[in-house]
């Protein structure tokens, strides 16, 4: 199984202030069809997650600019450029290439 | 708008069955894969189980392999999640999602095992 390895566990940021979480891949995951099925979700407490980033770095719909994907191969990271106080939650990678599908262990980000 | 509304979960003692639905409206139902990832207290996020657009191919954690089996009802637009022999550490809160890569979730049923 592909095990994505997320970091630091938890982050405590400054209003405004950039905040960048990494996951790292055990195995690659770039998929026959040339995409990079590893995506980014946000969890805000007791609330669903929600997708902000597929596909390494496409952003999804109603999905601030301040919210970046970037990475490849096996090396990822997401990036809040300016925290604002709604970015509190747990922030998760996932990947989508391998069966089974996994996810990292969660990052907590406090505000 | 896409919406996905599940239900079904209650408490439920070792070895007891409980199937799971989820109801879906707002898109093409028959048109995508269909998933289920669970959330155990206090826990991260743990993919379930998987099924192609027509049902014809089903994926699972090796978690509930043999137990739980995935399947939908697209006339219905509902995905379902029958899940037997259900031990402690199920429990969960349990999402389902649109497609492999979760781009909409519900908001959850909670499936408690405990005698």
């Known amino acids: 199984d592909v095990v994505l390895t997320q970091s630091p566990l938890s982050l405590s940021v400054s209003l405004g202030q950039p905040a960048s979480i990494s996951c790292r891949s055990s195995?690659?995951?770039?998929?026959?069809?040339?995409?990079?099925?590893l995506n980014w979700f946000q969890q805000r407490p007791g609330q669903s997650p929600w997708r902000l980033i597929y596909?390494?770095?496409d952003r999804d719909s109603g999905v601030p600019d301040r919210f970046s994907g970037s990475g490849s191969a096996t090396d990822f990271t997401l990036e809040i450029s300016r925290v604002e106080a709604e970015d509190a939650g747990v922030y998760y990678c996932m990947q989508g290439t391998h069966w089974p599908l996994t996810f990292g262990g969660g990052t907590k980000v406090e505000i | 708008e896409v919406q996905l509304l599940e239900s079904g979960g209650d408490l439920v003692q070792p070895g007891g069955s409980l199937r799971l639905s989820c109801a879906a409206s707002?898109?093409?139902?028959?048109?995508?894969?269909m998933s289920w990832v669970r959330q155990a207290p206090g826990k991260g996020l743990e993919w379930v189980a998987s099924i192609r657009p027509s049902g014809d191919g089903t994926f699972y954690a090796d978690s509930v392999k043999g137990r739980f089996t995935i399947s939908r009802d697209n006339s219905r637009a509902t995905l379902y999640l029958q899940m037997n022999s259900l031990r402690v550490e199920d429990t969960a809160l349990y999402f389902c999602?649109?497609?492999?890569?979760?781009?909409?979730w519900g908001r959850g049923t909670l499936v408690t095992v405990s005698s």
């Open positions: 707002g898109f093409t139902f028959s048109s995508y894969a």
């Open positions: 195995q690659g995951l770039v998929y026959s069809d040339g995409n990079t099925y």
């Open positions: 999602a649109r497609n492999y890569y979760f781009a909409f």
């Open positions: 596909k390494v770095s």
